[in-house]
């Protein structure tokens, strides 16, 4: 499945963005999703996952509160919701489609080309 990432950009701290993973295919929502994000020097890390049925989420601990991370099978399309940004917010984020629902980058599938967003203070 090809997935395509949109709606980074430039945010201001406190700020909110909206990201969006568009993907190719219905089976789509079959998939676990996840979105993650690496910044310069950095591994890259889990930010939200999102399980097939959407009854399962999980966040990283930094963004718990903050973002939400909700699909649209209907739209083959998969959110992230950012709020209250930060300056360590700044990356380049990925969505990401497995066949199990993991944190584990590994077990991912299939990825988009990523998105930056950058959050300035």
């Known amino acids: 499945v090809q997935l395509v990432e949109s709606g980074g950009g430039l945010a201001q701290a406190g700020g909110s963005l909206r990201l969006s993973c568009a993907a190719s295919?219905?089976?789509?929502?079959?998939?676990?999703m996840g979105w993650f994000r690496q910044a310069p020097g950095k591994d890259r890390e889990l930010v939200a996952a999102?399980?097939?049925?959407?009854?399962?989420?999980v966040y990283a601990d930094s963004v718990k509160g903050r973002f939400t991370i909700s699909r649209d099978d209907a739209e083959n399309t998969v959110y992230l919701h950012m709020n209250s940004l930060k300056t360590e917010d700044t990356a380049v984020y990925y969505c990401?489609?497995?066949?199990?629902?993991?944190?584990?980058?590994?077990?991912?599938?299939?990825w988009g080309q990523g998105t930056q967003v950058t959050v300035s203070s």
């Open positions: 990401a489609a497995a066949t199990v629902f993991t944190v584990q980058p590994a077990d991912y599938i299939s």
């Open positions: 999102i399980a097939w049925t959407g009854s399962n989420t």
């Open positions: 295919e219905r089976t789509v929502r079959t998939y676990n």
